[in-house]
């Protein structure tokens, strides 16, 4: 214990030291006073109907970049989100669901108490989804926030609690394969509308740009839509929370389900 | 005034090398995978925090505000206003995606080191190195 408080004062000492002979040698470093010229870009046109080509009439700017301005890297960045999904499957390859082993869930207060508060998360994740291109939040976030609820579900009511309320590998995996399905589509569908009339188009196209005409809508009625970021910001929500909700299952099985995996052999 | 900032700041920043220091020694020396899987999470969260420091910058205005427009701009004004005082939004979009392929790799990680531990008994790396592991399980 004392051998602890002493690594970390002399850690410590090590900081403040380092940094103060960086700070006196002139070497200390200072966060800028103005935006860098991308982030000028990025900020002044993230909601801009004065300047309709560039604009993505997303009022978040972090969510524009991800979903508009570097979109294509964001859809890449969701397949090695899925390739990891893929990882897992092929490590616990043979694991077979089992029902009717063990429940141990844990006492009435605490599950009653717990479904209160899945609730609020599933409201919160929900939010986060459906306002990400208005306010701090998104896709991601909020798919992360609702795999809380398999996590949660899990330790509370027990592993077979989940299978009975369909939270099977294999439906997991369909919603997961769709979801990616349907980010592809939304990705793609500039192209195939633009193909009709013979005009120009651009893959995860959202606004119109200098030569195209193509747009998605840019509002629901009086609040801002963003085009293309509020649909992908759904689909990546419900991707996200399949994907972990899925890794978490198979985190999440007994020894008697994954015999055939220890054994390392197939079914 | 802005001499103390500055000495704030890099503390600031060298606090994140030495944490990224210290996750490195997990990493290497400590025998227990789940403790460094443990210390690439923090590696990689202190990398992440130093890129989003980044992007802060020193405003007019007493705080500068997040990268979030809080209502429809009104005139054109009213969004030069508003990048008057906004931090830098792209460090921020870029940790995402660092943060998103880093759980990708660390659910890998994490179920290697589960079937590790349901095949061995432990999670102690010396005991893959044993050369009679097979009759001890």
């Keep these: 214990m004392k051998k602890n408080i002493a690594v970390a004062i002399s850690?410590?000492?090590l900081t403040l030291a380092l940094s103060l002979v960086l700070h006196v040698g002139?070497?200390?470093?200072?966060?800028?006073?103005?935006?860098?010229?991308?982030?000028q870009t990025v900020v002044l046109n993230t909601y801009n109907p004065w300047n309709e080509t560039l604009t993505s009439y997303s009022l978040n700017a972090v969510t524009a970049v991800i979903w508009d301005y570097r979109g294509i890297d964001t859809i890449f960045e969701t397949a090695v989100l899925?390739?990891?999904?893929?990882?897992?499957?092929?490590?616990f390859q043979g694991a077979v669901e089992k029902v009717e082993l063990r429940r141990r869930g844990m006492p009435f207060m605490l599950k009653t108490s717990t479904k209160i508060a899945l609730l609020l998360i599933a409201l919160v994740s929900i939010s986060l989804a459906f306002h990400g291109h208005l306010t701090p939040g998104g896709g991601f976030q909020a798919g992360s926030v609702f795999a809380v609820i398999t996590a949660l579900g899990i330790t509370v009511f027990s592993i077979e609690a989940l299978y009975s309320a369909g939270l099977r590998i294999?439906?997991?995996?369909?919603?997961?394969l769709m979801a990616l399905a349907l980010i592809l589509s939304i990705a793609l569908l500039p192209l195939t509308t633009l193909l009709a009339i013979n005009g120009i188009a651009y893959i995860a196209q959202n606004q119109v740009k200098e030569d195209s005409s193509f747009a998605m809508p840019a509002a629901f009625f009086n609040t801002p839509l963003a085009g293309s970021v509020f649909f992908f910001n759904v689909i990546e929500f419900i991707a996200v929370a399949a994907a972990l909700s899925y890794i978490l299952v198979f985190f999440a099985m007994r020894r008697e389900e994954l015999e055939h995996v220890l054994r390392g052999c197939r079914k | 005034m802005s001499d103390l900032l500055s000495l704030a700041f890099t503390t600031a920043v060298t606090a994140f090398i030495v944490n990224i220091a210290i996750a490195s020694y997990g990493v290497f020396i400590r025998p227990s995978l789940l403790k460094k899987a443990i210390s690439i999470i923090i590696f990689s969260d202190?990398?992440?925090?130093?890129?989003?420091?980044?992007?802060?910058?020193?405003?007019?205005?007493?705080y500068p505000s997040l990268p979030v427009l809080s209502e429809k701009p009104k005139t054109p004004g009213d969004i030069k206003a508003f990048a008057e005082v906004s931090v830098d939004p792209l460090p921020q979009a870029f940790v995402i995606t660092a943060i998103v392929i880093g759980l990708a790799t660390t659910t890998v990680l994490l179920g290697l080191i589960i079937l590790y531990y349901k095949h061995f008994g432990t999670t102690d790396i010396r005991a893959s190195l044993d050369e009679d592991y097979e009759e001890a399980i």
């Design chain 1, 11 to 13: 850690l410590g000492a």
């Design chain 1, 26 to 39: 002139g070497l200390g470093v200072l966060p800028p006073r103005a935006l860098r010229n991308l982030a």
């Design chain 1, 82 to 91: 899925f390739a990891a999904v893929t990882g897992v499957a092929a490590l």
């Design chain 1, 170 to 176: 294999k439906n997991l995996m369909r919603v997961r």
């Design chain 2, 46 to 62: 202190s990398i992440n925090i130093l890129a989003i420091a980044i992007g802060f910058r020193i405003t007019e205005a007493q």
